[in-house]
């Protein structure tokens, strides 16, 4: 059995064996930790886009609820038939606000016709009462 001799080095040998192992391994921790914070500050990159993007989709998604709340009220609307059923109010998107609905709006469609077209009899008196006007004050 063959015997291996032991091997000796000075002090000051492996002072510097020891000085340029431990050079290797921080150089490696660094590295690691370099790639670490690479990798974290692209996770964080990552994180920013992902709320951006987050923040545009909820406003698209309040734009579209309101998109389909007014269809609803425009369908419903345009099935009532009886004059005297309630008309649902249609609301407006804003970008500050979100869903804003009317302040002034009539109760049923009745109410809603009546503003829309006047009545005949109140047409032809307001030429009438013009005439009646010219003539008094013709003759005064």
């Not at 492996?14 to 370099?34: A, N, P, S, T, V």
Request: hydrophobic share 30%; charged share 30%.
């Amino acid at each position: 059995m063959a015997q291996a001799s032991p091997e000796y080095i000075a002090l000051d040998a492996y002072i510097d064996l020891r000085g340029k192992q431990d050079d290797l391994i921080r150089k490696e921790f660094e590295k690691q930790h370099d790639h670490f914070e690479d990798r974290c500050n692209g996770l964080r990159e990552d994180i920013e886009n992902v709320k951006v993007n987050i923040s545009l989709l909820q406003v698209e998604v309040r734009e579209l609820k309101v998109d389909v709340n007014r269809m609803q009220g425009q369908m419903y609307n345009r099935s009532i038939r009886n004059l005297f059923t309630r008309i649902a109010p249609i609301g407006i998107y804003q970008s500050d606000t979100g869903l804003v609905m009317p302040t002034k709006l009539t109760k049923n469609a009745h109410d809603f016709w009546k503003l829309r077209a006047p009545r005949t009899s109140s047409r032809s008196t307001y030429p009438k009462s013009c005439i009646r006007y010219d003539r008094v004050g013709d003759g005064g």
